[in-house]
């Protein structure tokens, strides 16, 4: 299980592979169990070709326990989430958001 602090809009996320602006947040039903996804828009490109601007989905994983706490740092909820780890539920999930934001980028934790 992991934390997950929920950011409001145009807060920029850092993570290993990934940084962002978040846009939104949302929730997918998947079976009988609930997708958290963050949309949000990162730059890409370099100093010889100019740069982008490109939508994408980061996927926390599945929701455990929705705004069980309050962060004290940022006063934001946090929500225990499940990373999915099984690899054909991934595949399921990435083809599952693709149809939905066919043109993002997506990520999974």
């Known amino acids: 299980m992991a934390e997950h602090i929920h950011a409001t809009c ?11 602006k978040v ?13 958290l996804y963050i949309e949000g ?5 370099s ?6 601007e490109l939508r994408v989905i980061h996927i ?4 455990v326990s929705r705004h069980h706490i309050i962060d004290k740092i940022s006063g934001n909820p946090v929500s ?8 054909s539920a991934r595949e399921e999930v990435k083809l599952l958001l693709s149809r ?3 043109s993002y980028l997506l990520f999974l934790s």
């Open 23 to 35: 846009v939104s947040e949302g929730y997918l039903p998947y079976g009988n169990r609930e997708l």
């Open 41 to 45: 828009i990162t730059t890409a490109g």
């Open 80 to 87: 225990e989430v499940e990373p999915i780890s099984d690899h």
């Open 60 to 63: 926390p994983g599945f929701v």
């Open 100 to 102: 939905i934001f066919p």
């Open 10 to 20: 145009g807060t920029e996320i850092i993570l290993m592979h990934e940084m962002f």
């Open 47 to 52: 100093i010889c070709c100019g740069a982008v």
